[in-house]
């Protein structure tokens, strides 16, 4: 068991570029969460998946930020344009059911700064 | 909407005691589960310990254990024997029984440990 495995683990971007995270979620896990930390507002959820499909996006904070899962082991969250204040760390977690069922596991995030 | 409290931002013990960190939360809800995840410098999110409202009986995982008061709502976590590989930022979560699967967290309590 590899663990959820997320890239980059620092990115380091200007202002108005184009940023995309990846995670590769633990085999067989349904579930599957974006989630990002600040100082100021804590962990929040942005959007989960299960099976491949979106089922809750109200997370994401405006229409700059998107998210795929196009199959099972891979998912993307984009930021286009990004701005200063997406600097945070990003955090993608996977469960095998439902995240009260069975353990969230959590990738190592990637920080994400935006100049 | 429900939301979870850590009102100690930080905390800190000697190593070999024991030490208790507060969590309370609000829901309407009767049936849920609440967790304790410990996020060391690494920063990965690690589970420590989950309680379902349901049982009665406080859940405990070798050194760390809960106080669940469901009246009060409130579930702190007590760590015994306290050790340097305690050291961390610890977040309360919360999640619905049923339903939507997102985790809500307080906003941690970072825990020292002193040698």
């Known amino acids: 068991d590899a663990g959820v495995i997320q890239s980059p683990r620092h990115e380091v971007t200007e202002m108005g570029q184009e940023v995309t995270l990846r995670c590769k979620p633990i085999?067989?896990?349904?579930?599957l969460f974006w989630y990002r930390q600040t100082m100021m507002r804590g962990l929040e959820l942005l959007i989960y998946f299960n099976n491949n499909v979106p089922i809750d996006d109200s997370g994401m904070p405006e229409d700059r930020f998107s998210a795929k899962m196009p199959n099972a082991s891979f998912s993307t969250l984009k930021i286009q344009p990004s701005e200063p204040r997406d600097s945070a760390v990003y955090f993608c977690a996977s469960s095998l059911w439902g995240p009260g069922d069975s353990p969230l596991h959590f990738g190592n995030g990637t920080r994400l700064t935006v100049t | 909407a429900q939301t979870v409290t850590q009102s100690q931002p930080e905390m800190s013990v000697q190593e070999a005691e024991t030490v208790t960190l507060s969590c309370t939360y609000d829901t309407s809800e009767s049936d849920y589960y609440l967790f304790w995840y410990k996020q060391p410098p690494s920063r990965q999110m690690i589970l420590v310990i989950r309680q379902e409202a349901y049982k009665q009986q406080n859940a405990t995982e070798n050194r760390f254990s809960v106080n669940f008061q469901k009246a009060a709502k409130s579930f702190s976590l007590k760590i015994s024997d306290s050790q340097l590989g305690d050291a961390a930022m610890y977040f309360c979560?919360?999640?619905?029984?049923?339903?939507?699967?997102?985790?809500?967290f307080g906003q941690g309590t970072r825990l020292t440990i002193n040698p």
């Open positions: 979560a919360y999640r619905s029984w049923g339903g939507a699967q997102k985790l809500v």
């Open positions: 085999s067989g896990h349904d579930y």
